[in-house]
């Protein structure tokens, strides 16, 4: 364990997400099945599969922008049921990045990362401001912030978007494959960023296929298949030593290039 | 090991000097192909052959003094502007304020308050244009009401059945305008909900609105609307009008405003939902602000298409610009002289349609946050 390149795993705390039998349909395509998942505070998750395997469905249903059928899920404490303001309640706490940044266009960079926490956690706009600048300067891109998201690269784009998330302090960070949308220049300034949230001992599903990302910082890397999960692990078990043949055909693929 | 060698991008050179300049653009645009060149000769012989023709009519030999019809039957070679010059209050400001020369100050000042509210908002450095939006969409109809309508103040309350020409085409469009766009954007709103109750209201109005020719509509709105209110109500037969323009106009909005709305990608709203903000403020700060931007074209197109539409009121004997100029044609005095009516009702209904089309761009232009700079 002391050659590993792997960054140290810090104490893991209480359970922060707890996903229970979770099945979700649309339509009559079961999409989910029988999903038992628990996450623990600081823990670093990265999840992989072939496309359609409902992996990014997974991760939708943790902040309700996808509605699940059967089965549970508890994040810090609340249950996502129809009940509005319990939704509410938990996106507030959980951030999300997306695989096409989905910044809003109309909006400068800086109003980007202030609006959510200006009308709903009802931050002073000075407050929020400079909450604003110091994410912006994180992600090492303040002097963009009275630019429109169309003046900037992809990359800044989605370190923006990941500015934006951070500016409501979430407790939980989920990022649906948020580099395969990128140029390959700009992918390692944004896993970057990443490894740095990470460092800082945030909670992250990544739902992402960036294999050297998810040796360096997971502490779990599941994989998924048929809205199944198949196997999981920590990375250097899953990579050097996968126990189902379905991940090894998976990897196979993915590392022979 | 070879030494590493160091990328220099190569400088840029100016294009050979045959491919721009005048003489390049005349050829490369006018006379590019046999069939360009046809065209461009087509296009110059029409021209010449009817534009002078025009003007000289138009312009150069028309009569514009005088007070009868004697000028315009000594030179018959151009325009009798006379006509227009001597009907010109009953053409702009209908049968009322013309017979009433005292009261012409009402709609002169009107129409001075709004100019000087309106053209200041057309420059891009105007400061404090916000105050003058609130003004134009805000105080301004208030002021119309107190001052054209009257009845307050010792202002004498005007007959609105005798209100005509460009006055009422304005109060028509402009209550229409004003009326169908919040009305229109509830009901685009409505249309994409996911309550099936709200959704199906939207989708019979709107369809039973826009179904119906306008005509049809204010024909009922001066037949039907009474029916619908106790016996002693009655109703105003222009706001009759103008509840009928509303209703029609709201549907054509919102379809407007529906186009617009679909194109927004569903990302946004994720992305605002993932940011934990409700179905209102989505909407108000990400969803509608983008969607109103993309259907700015197709909402100015409706707003254009009512402004001309307004003169339909003629079904229910309602004068507005262009059937007053027709009114004021077929008078004894000026009998013959239609022409010139319709030509000059036609030249204000294009210049403000195309002010509105200007403008549209414009707008369009200065909201385009997606330009690199």
């Known amino acids: 364990m002391t050659t590993e390149t792997h960054m140290a795993s810090a104490e893991l705390g209480d359970t922060i997400i707890k996903i229970d039998r979770l099945n979700k349909w649309y339509g009559q395509f079961h999409v989910l099945k029988d999903i038992d998942l628990d996450v623990k505070r600081g823990e670093r998750i990265v999840i992989c599969g072939p496309s359609g395997s409902g992996k990014s469905t997974l991760i939708r249903c943790i902040n309700r922008l996808e509605t699940h059928q059967e089965g549970s899920i508890i994040v810090d404490g609340i249950e996502l049921t129809e009940d509005t303001k319990h939704i509410n309640d938990v996106r507030r706490e959980v951030g999300m990045v997306f695989q096409h940044f989905n910044l809003f266009p109309h909006l400068t960079v800086l109003e980007n990362c202030t609006l959510a926490p200006i009308w709903v956690r009802k931050t002073p706009k000075r407050e929020a401001e400079e909450t604003a600048m110091r994410y912006l300067e994180r992600v090492k891109i303040p002097e963009q912030a009275n630019k429109y998201p169309g003046q900037l690269s992809g990359g800044q784009q989605q370190r923006v978007a990941i500015a934006r998330s951070l500016c409501m302090n979430p407790r939980v960070m989920l990022f649906d494959e948020p580099t395969s949308a990128l140029d390959p220049e700009m992918i390692a300034e944004v896993l970057d960023v990443m490894v740095g949230l990470a460092e800082d001992g945030m909670t992250m599903l990544c739902v992402t296929h960036e294999m050297g990302f998810a040796r360096k910082v997971a502490n779990r890397v599941i994989f998924m298949d048929g809205g199944q999960i198949v196997e999981q692990n920590e990375p250097e078990e899953f990579f050097n030593n996968p126990q189902n043949d379905r991940t090894q055909l998976f990897l196979s693929q993915i590392l022979q290039h | ?373």
């Not at chain 2, 103008?242 to 106009?249: C, E, L, N």
């Not at chain 2, 409700?278 to 909402?299: C, D, E, H, M, N």
């Open chain 2, 1 to 373: 090991m070879a030494d590493v060698k160091t990328f220099v991008p190569a400088p840029d050179r100016a294009p050979p000097s045959n491919a721009v300049g005048a003489f390049a653009w005349v050829r490369d645009n006018l006379f590019g192909s046999i069939g360009s060149s046809v065209a461009t000769l087509l296009f110059f012989y029409l021209f010449f052959s009817y534009v002078p023709p025009f003007v000289e009519w138009a312009l150069i030999n028309a009569n514009w003094t005088g007070t009868d019809r004697s000028v315009c039957e000594a030179n018959t070679a151009g325009a009798c502007w006379t006509f227009i010059n001597v009907r010109f209050e009953q053409i702009l400001f209908g049968l009322y304020f013309a017979s009433n020369p005292d009261e012409i100050w009402r709609p002169t000042l009107i129409f001075i308050v709004f100019f000087a509210l309106l053209i200041p908002l057309l420059f891009e450095k105007t400061p404090g244009k916000k105050w003058l939006v609130i003004g134009i969409l805000g105080v301004f109809p208030v002021l119309f009401y107190f001052i054209v309508y009257g009845g307050y103040f010792g202002i004498s309350q005007s007959n609105t059945t005798q209100w005509g020409g460009f006055l009422l085409t304005f109060a028509l469009a402009f209550v229409g305008i004003l009326l169908a766009l919040p009305i229109g954007i509830l009901l685009a709103l409505g249309r994409r909900s996911e309550m099936p109750v709200i959704r199906s209201i939207c989708v019979v109005y709107i369809e039973f609105w826009r179904g119906t020719p306008l005509i049809t509509i204010l024909f009922m709105a001066s037949v039907m609307l009474p029916l619908f209110f106790p016996a002693g109500v009655e109703f105003d037969k222009v706001v009759r009008a103008m509840i009928g323009i509303t209703m029609f106009q709201s549907a054509y909005t919102a379809e407007a405003v529906r186009g617009g709305l679909a194109a927004i990608p569903k990302g946004q709203a994720e992305a605002a939902m993932a940011l934990g903000l409700g179905y209102w403020r989505r909407t108000v700060f990400i969803t509608l602000p983008q969607a109103l931007k993309i259907s700015i074209p197709s909402i100015v197109n409706t707003f254009i298409a009512l402004f001309k539409d307004t003169s339909l009121v003629s079904i229910i004997g309602l004068l507005d610009l262009l059937n007053m100029a027709q009114t004021a044609s077929r008078s004894m005095e000026w009998k013959g002289y239609d022409i010139e009516a319709y030509l000059f009702a036609g030249f204000i209904y294009w210049a403000f349609c195309y002010g509105m089309s200007r403008y549209s761009q414009n707008l369009e232009r200065k909201l385009d946050t997606n330009r690199r700079n």
